[in-house]
């Protein structure tokens, strides 16, 4: 029996992808998790792996817009039959009208240039949202161009606030909030001054999330279920909003490993282009100390448990057995799925982070090659 290949819900907040182009050709033999199409969401283009082996029988969207969950295509036996009833049927070969290229409609009865045509393509932009300011409303290069910067922020500030709206709404958030004291964070960083505090902030999450578990579990509405690995996300920064790519494995991963992982990630994520699973993870990890941010509260990452935000790493005045002195200090705020888990829970996660940052400057697998 044929197997469907649909859109895939990426993320909570999806309702819809973008088919930029097929990797794969009717007739052609497709093995199962082989890429077989370019799909674009509101944030990033994704590679998308065919479901099962078999031959690519018949495409039912050569490109543009379909729902989440819509079938797209057929795969199945060479020469296998697909049942109309399914909404699959063979296609039917009609020729072509004779028409001028130029004034032709093409389907979605978008009147563009040839010019805008191809410039739409490179872009990745859908037609049917341009404006055209051409004669009769005929969409021109010009016009996608204006599209794609007036629109670049718009449809991912959308999708960011449908994301937001539904942890804000359906996930109870308590923020536990702790000052830290950063002095090893501090000593690695003159040590290995290639090293990023986010790189540093990474790896102690990843040695210290697997001893809780509760933090990697997910609440589907009527239990819980807990994550395969330690898979964590981290908030990065693009031209298109905030994206959260996940490192997979990531207590499996050597500092250096795990430091070169989180650069090809946010390379990714910034150029728009991430593998499928690539926005699957289990917790999240994100940083403004960078931009000189002491404190912030972060909104979980839905439907993940936890999210932990980090500010600044600073010298300040510190009191040690009753002197005055100067410590490296950092604050950082831990949200949690109060249906998941509890305030003490989420307390000795961070008590624990606290540990680690203080064995960093002993660490031995903290190197950084060159």
């Given amino acids: 029996m044929p197997i469907p290949v649909t859109i895939p819900q990426v993320t909570i907040s999806m309702e819809e992808g973008n088919i930029v182009r097929w990797l794969k050709v009717e007739g052609e033999v497709v093995a199962k998790d082989e890429l077989l199409f370019e799909m674009e969401t509101d944030k990033v283009v994704l590679e998308v792996p065919s479901p099962a082996a078999g031959v690519l029988l018949r495409t039912l969207i050569s490109e543009g817009i379909a729902k989440v969950h819509e079938v797209v295509a057929w795969i199945g036996k060479p020469g296998e039959e697909l049942d109309e009833t399914r909404g699959s049927g063979p296609k039917t070969t009609v020729a072509p009208p004779q028409v001028d290229p130029e004034t032709a409609v093409p389907p979605h009865h978008v009147v563009a240039s040839p010019a805008a045509r191809r410039r739409a393509r490179e872009l990745r932009i859908n037609l049917d949202s341009v404006t055209g300011t051409g004669q009769g409303g005929r969409v021109t290069e010009q016009d996608v161009e204006r599209a794609v910067h007036a629109d670049f922020p718009l449809g991912s500030r959308r999708a960011i606030a449908r994301q937001l709206s539904v942890a804000w709404r359906e996930a109870p958030h308590i923020h536990i909030v702790r000052d830290l004291?950063?002095?090893?964070?501090?000593?690695?960083?003159?040590?290995?001054?290639?090293?990023s505090f986010t790189d540093l902030f990474l790896?102690?999450?990843?040695?210290?999330?697997?001893?809780?578990?509760?933090?990697?579990?997910?609440?589907?509405?009527?239990?819980?279920?807990?994550?395969?690995?330690?898979?964590?996300?981290?908030?990065?920064?693009?031209?298109?909003?905030?994206?959260?790519?996940?490192?997979?494995?990531?207590?499996?991963?050597?500092?250096?490993?795990?430091?070169?992982?989180q650069r090809q990630i946010t390379k990714a994520a910034r150029a728009g282009r991430l593998m499928f699973d690539e926005l699957q993870g289990v917790f999240t990890l994100t940083n403004l100390g960078m931009y000189s941010v002491d404190f912030f509260t972060p909104i979980l990452n839905h439907p993940q448990t936890a999210?932990?935000?980090?500010?600044?790493?600073?010298?300040?005045?510190?009191?040690?057995?009753?002197?005055?002195?100067?410590?490296?200090?950092?604050?950082?705020?831990?949200?949690?799925?109060?249906?998941?888990?509890?305030?003490?829970?989420?307390?000795?996660f961070l008590e624990e982070f606290q540990q680690e940052l203080n064995r960093l400057p002993n660490d031995t697998e903290v190197t950084v090659q060159s």
Avoid at 181 to 195: C, Q, S
């Fill in 181 to 195: 004291d950063a002095t090893g964070l501090a000593t690695v960083r003159v040590k290995y001054p290639a090293a």
């Fill in 203 to 261: 790896y102690v999450v990843a040695k210290v999330l697997p001893s809780f578990p509760q933090l990697t579990q997910v609440w589907n509405g009527e239990n819980l279920q807990q994550a395969a690995g330690i898979n964590v996300c981290l908030a990065v920064e693009t031209p298109k909003g905030v994206l959260a790519p996940v490192v997979r494995g990531a207590d499996k991963l050597s500092f250096d490993e795990l430091r070169q992982r």
């Fill in 307 to 348: 999210i932990l935000a980090t500010g600044r790493v600073k010298q300040q005045p510190v009191i040690t057995s009753g002197t005055v002195g100067v410590g490296w200090r950092l604050w950082v705020n831990l949200a949690v799925d109060h249906r998941v888990t509890d305030g003490a829970y989420a307390a000795r």
